[in-house]
């Protein structure tokens, strides 16, 4: 069956424009979750999502990132006033309910660059 | 001080040797560990997952967990060069309706026919 989807695959945006990252999960999948990794710094969780509720936002790093999951399924990441510290893979992961996390697949990333 | 500690490499290894990627943690209350491989310019991929200490076979793979002292393994026998990617191991904390994986940096290996 389809995996998850990222859109778009690279994204080349200037510093202080906004960006909107999209995510669809595999189908039937409840739990979703974005991550950001970074040269050297690892995969670093940002946001969870159960259904279209965030129990937990506390791994966004500022409130210039946002996100919001709609009709249990796509997810979209935003990004206002990108820096160029924002340059980083944004990766989506799913997982088929909020009991199995350690079961996330994963999408194949968003590639952003803040110049 | 960093929850999960993992060796970055690189592993360089022949075709059909053992490989051995370590994890270390700080935190009792992770649960679940997780191995996680990813190619260049990819997703990571779920390879297993475990949540008891022991060992877990599927295949070539074999997760190993030692609770008590906060070290996990992933040994891959027979490797090919089709293996050569970054291992990441992955632990889950679970707490206050939310769930958050905490990833290690990632082992680079990479297997010479």
């Known amino acids: 069956g389809a995996g998850v989807s990222q859109s778009p695959s690279n994204k080349v945006t200037e510093k202080g424009k906004d960006v909107e990252l999209r995510c669809d999960p595999i189908s039937g999948h409840t739990a979703l979750y974005w991550y950001r990794q970074s040269l050297g710094q690892g995969l670093e969780f940002l946001i969870y999502?159960?259904?279209?509720?965030?129990?937990?936002k506390s791994g966004l790093p500022s409130d210039r990132f946002s996100a919001e999951r709609t009709g249990g399924s796509v997810s979209t990441l935003t990004i206002q006033r990108t820096q160029q510290e924002d340059s980083a893979v944004y990766l989506c992961?799913?997982?088929?309910?909020?009991?199995?996390?350690?079961?996330?697949?994963f999408g194949p990333g968003t590639r952003l660059t803040v110049t | 001080q960093k929850e999960v500690e993992q060796d970055p490499g690189p592993l360089s290894v022949p075709e059909g040797a053992i490989v051995s990627l370590n994890c270390t943690y700080s935190n009792s209350a992770f649960q679940y560990f997780m191995w996680y491989r990813q190619y260049s310019r990819k997703g990571p991929e779920l390879l297993m997952y475990t949540y008891s200490s022991g060992n877990k076979e599927d295949g070539r793979f074999t997760a190993q967990v030692d609770k008590s002292s906060k070290y996990i393994s992933l040994f891959i026998r027979d490797s090919q060069p089709s293996d050569s990617a970054t291992y990441l191991c992955a632990i889950l904390y679970s707490g206050a309706g939310s769930y958050q994986l905490t990833f290690g940096k990632g082992t680079k290996l990479s297997v010479i026919p």
């Open positions: 999502f159960q259904g279209n509720s965030a129990p937990d």
């Open positions: 992961a799913s997982s088929p309910s909020p009991g199995t996390p350690y079961e996330q697949y």
